[in-house]
């Protein structure tokens, strides 16, 4: 054998030793060392109230299916008309910005003209059918034609889907969707008013609200009602997690903000495991969540607590 190709061969017969020598180190670290964190797991994710409307539309009679839909399609109308309103798009953007949002226009226009032709279909239509698809994308089918719902904004999505679902289940009975966007039931609580301390709104349950005046009583009794239906919601949820044994832990419980997000993501211990659930009054506003983990443990426990959730501004 030729000198250099003896110290070739010895060369490589080197590098697949080391190569060797570090796959068996990795497997070592591997079997006696640190293990990598498991992902955070998602513990629930609720559907939101519109889709649990349309849930309750697979036999319901036809008028309901094509009163469903006329509502849809008017709601979509809307809110691309909104988007594309010169008067609106002039205050949006300037500079650079212009050619992005006129490629934008562009886009949008035709959308709005095919649901403007859909809307004129739906009033002469044989059949509709309102479907999900494996995307969780609302469709609609009328007679022969498809038409597949996408709002031009996420915020815009979340505010009118929301109010659809209400205004719908105002109209018909949405007991077969599980009461989707009907109105809660009555809360009662009453203000309570102490020396040398914020007037507030207390519920029955023990969830209190503080502020700093009684100035516009009405608008904070009734966020406060907000934020109670939600943390009520959030309780049952939880009470489900605690019987499936997952880990909950009450000193981590927090709301991860996800702007535009369609449901809030609400952590609830260490890893990072979450709960994704349609809570609103919960997004927009900053609640002391060390008292809400102390609310919804008691509540998740059958046992009562008394504890101030939204605290007066300083």
């Given at each position: 054998?030729?000198?250099?190709?003896?110290?070739?061969?010895?060369?490589?017969?080197?590098?697949?030793?080391?190569?060797?020598?570090?796959?068996?180190?990795?497997l070592?670290?591997?079997?006696?060392?640190?293990?990598?964190?498991?992902?955070?797991?998602?513990?629930?994710?609720?559907?939101?109230a519109?889709?649990?409307?349309?849930?309750?539309?697979?036999?319901?009679?036809?008028?309901?299916?094509?009163?469903?839909?006329?509502?849809?399609?008017?709601?979509?109308?809307?809110?691309?008309?909104?988007?594309?309103?010169?008067?609106?798009?002039?205050?949006?953007?300037?500079?650079?910005?212009?050619?992005?949002?006129?490629?934008?226009?562009?886009?949008?226009?035709p959308?709005?003209?095919?649901?403007?032709?859909?809307?004129?279909?739906?009033?002469?239509?044989?059949?509709?059918?309102?479907?999900?698809?494996?995307?969780?994308?609302?469709?609609?089918?009328?007679?022969?034609?498809?038409?597949?719902?996408?709002?031009?904004?996420?915020?815009?999505?979340?505010?009118?889907?929301?109010?659809?679902?209400?205004?719908?289940?105002?109209?018909?009975?949405?007991?077969?969707?599980?009461?989707?966007?009907?109105?809660?039931?009555?809360?009662?609580?009453?203000?309570?008013?102490s020396?040398?301390?914020?007037?507030?709104?207390?519920?029955?349950?023990?969830?209190?609200?503080?502020?700093?005046?009684?100035?516009?009583?009405?608008?904070?009794?009734?966020l406060?009602?907000?934020?109670?239906?939600?943390?009520?919601?959030?309780?049952?949820?939880?009470?489900?997690?605690?019987?499936?044994?997952?880990?909950?832990?009450?000193?981590?419980?927090?709301?991860?903000?996800?702007?535009?997000?369609?449901?809030?993501?609400?952590?609830?211990?260490?890893?990072?495991?979450?709960?994704?659930?349609?809570?609103?009054?919960?997004?927009?506003?900053?609640?002391?969540?060390?008292?809400v983990?102390?609310?919804?443990?008691?509540?998740?426990?059958?046992?009562?607590a008394?504890?101030?959730?939204?605290?007066?501004?300083?």
């Open positions: 054998m030729r000198p250099h190709r003896v110290a070739a061969w010895r060369g490589a017969r080197g590098l697949r030793a080391g190569l060797l020598a570090l796959a068996l180190c990795g070592v670290l591997s079997a006696g060392g640190a293990t990598a964190e498991p992902a955070p797991r998602q513990l629930q994710a609720e559907p939101s519109l889709m649990r409307v349309i849930a309750g539309l697979a036999d319901a009679p036809a008028a309901v299916r094509r009163d469903f839909a006329t509502r849809l399609i008017a709601a979509l109308v809307a809110a691309y008309e909104d988007e594309l309103d010169p008067a609106l798009l002039a205050h949006r953007v300037d500079g650079p910005g212009h050619r992005k949002l006129a490629r934008w226009q562009q886009a949008s226009a959308l709005l003209n095919d649901l403007r032709r859909a809307q004129a279909a739906l009033a002469a239509a044989q059949r509709v059918e309102v479907q999900m698809d494996r995307q969780q994308q609302i469709l609609l089918r009328i007679d022969d034609r498809l038409v597949w719902v996408a709002w031009p904004r996420i915020s815009t999505q979340v505010r009118m889907e929301r109010e659809l679902a209400v205004e719908f289940c105002r109209h018909h009975d949405c007991a077969r969707a599980g009461d989707a966007g009907t109105e809660p039931a009555p809360m009662h609580g009453l203000w309570v008013l020396q040398g301390r914020h007037p507030a709104w207390e519920h029955t349950n023990g969830l209190r609200c503080e502020f700093t005046s009684l100035a516009d009583r009405a608008d904070k009794e009734a406060c009602r907000a934020v109670v239906g939600d943390l009520q919601h959030l309780g049952a949820a939880l009470r489900l997690a605690v019987r499936r044994g997952e880990p909950i832990d009450w000193d981590h419980l927090a709301l991860q903000p996800e702007p535009d997000a369609l449901r809030q993501r609400i952590i609830v211990n260490a890893r990072g495991d979450y709960l994704q659930l349609d809570l609103p009054a919960l997004a927009g506003h900053a609640l002391d969540w060390a008292a983990g102390i609310w919804l443990r008691a509540q998740v426990h059958d046992q009562s008394l504890v101030t959730v939204l605290r007066a501004a300083p």
